[in-house]
């Protein structure tokens, strides 16, 4: 089907009953969220009207959204607390009284605390839509969210893990539904990638054509202040400490990392990774900023590494779409992206383990049996975790909360 028939077919299977609505979608970053694109794509395509608030200035997602003809609205709330947020507040009020939306859906916790505070006792929804249960790991803010989810309509949590958190915390199961961000499950296809397409990306990687190669796509964020005080959340650490067993073992093994530092703060932490590790020294390992296009990351790996203290489910949904398997920790929920047929999961922050799956996974690259696991990987993408088919779910809780009373 087409991309035109496919959403023709979604105007049909729109429900008689459902009213087009005013939809309102606000992040406090205008360069991440990239993840939102399809979930407001399927909003204009059930006839809804979108409104993206988000701050002010250039962004990637700014541009990008422009470009798919969205309407920007810019959040007059201070990205950095001060002396100027409570205006901030009174006029992001005023804003969403003009702009009357039926649904205020948010994603990421900074944008949750302003939404909610800033339209308590105005006539619309809320949807809370979780990125990753990050934040949850703090017990600070894990006790305020006891409390502050009830003025959440509803809470769309993007992975299970994060339903379970908010059901621990009291949130009722009416209102904690379960849509992940997924992956384009079209544009990550391994379909066309064979042995001339990956010697192919091996050559432009710099990568030995008969090496075992581990991949890990992540950026490096800066070490939390509130949780795992003093690390980076995606466990660049725990791999490094890991591979430096694995490569004496494995001469032939070869790390690719893909992902620079986000902000100046994870570039600091990045090339204190760099210093630490000797990585500079070791040639065993490649370490790009950044790529056009990661596909051909993929297309060149035997096995995706997702380490992460915290996590949603990252990078382990493109690289089991693109027919990688995993291996990732048991953080968050990146166990939901694997089976026992698709990757392996290993305790978060536990490099002894991470060596023995990274063994299991080159044994079965010896073997020439890794590639099933690569098949398993993709055909669980497609049927968990195609980002069109959730996109149409977060669109559906939307309508729903807004055809109903507020639970109370």
């Known amino acids: 089907m087409t991309s035109t028939d496919e959403r023709r077919g979604q105007r049909q299977h729109r429900p008689a009953t459902a009213r087009r609505l005013r939809i309102a979608v606000l992040l406090k970053t205008n360069s991440g969220g990239a993840w939102i694109l399809p979930q407001v794509e399927a909003m204009r395509e059930r006839g809804h009207q979108v409104f993206v608030v988000l701050p002010p200035g250039e962004g990637r997602l700014t541009t990008e959204l422009r470009r798919r003809r969205f309407e920007v609205v810019e959040c007059p709330v201070p990205v950095r607390p001060g002396p100027s947020m409570l205006l901030g507040f009174w006029r992001l009020r005023r804003l969403m009284r003009r702009l009357r939306p039926d649904v205020l859906q948010y994603h990421l916790i900074a944008s949750a605390y302003l939404a909610r505070l800033a339209t308590i ?18 017990p600070l803010i894990r006790a305020a969210e006891r409390v502050m989810w009830r003025l959440d309509d509803v809470i769309v949590c993007g992975c299970a893990n994060a339903s379970e958190r908010y059901a621990a915390l009291g949130c009722p199961p009416r209102r904690r539904a379960v849509a992940t961000y997924g992956v384009d499950t079209g544009a990550f296809d391994p379909t066309g990638t064979g042995p001339d397409e990956r010697a192919a990306a091996r050559a432009e990687l710099g990568i030995p054509p008969d090496a075992f190669l581990a991949v890990m796509v992540a950026y490096v964020y800066p070490p939390k202040r509130l949780v795992y005080r003093g690390r980076g959340i995606k466990g660049h650490d725990v791999l490094l400490e ?4 694995f490569r004496r073992r494995h001469p032939r093994a070869h790390l690719l990392l893909v992902g620079g530092g986000w902000t100046a703060p994870g570039e600091a932490h990045r090339r204190e990774l760099i210093e630490r590790f000797h990585v500079a020294d070791d040639p065993s390992i490649t370490w790009l900023e950044t790529v056009p296009d990661v596909r051909p990351c993929y ?4 096995v995706s590494v997702s380490p992460s203290l915290s996590e949603s489910h990252g990078a382990a949904v493109e690289a089991g779409a693109m027919a990688v398997p995993s291996i990732v920790s048991d953080a968050g929920g990146l166990p939901e992206t694997v089976d026992e047929r698709s990757g392996w999961v290993v305790p978060r922050d536990d490099p002894a383990a991470l060596v023995a799956a990274l063994t299991s996974a080159h044994a079965e690259f010896t073997a020439g049996t890794l590639g099933s696991r690569g098949q398993a990987a993709r055909r669980r993408m497609v049927d968990l975790f195609d980002n069109r088919r959730t996109a149409r779910q977060v669109t559906e809780v939307c309508e729903q909360v807004a055809a109903v009373a507020r639970p109370r």
């Open 242 to 245: 890991a591979w430096r067993t």
């Open 121 to 138: 006792g105005l006539p619309l929804r809320r949807v809370h839509t979780v990125a990753g249960p990050l934040y949850l790991d703090s």
């Open 299 to 302: 297309q060149a790996a035997d």
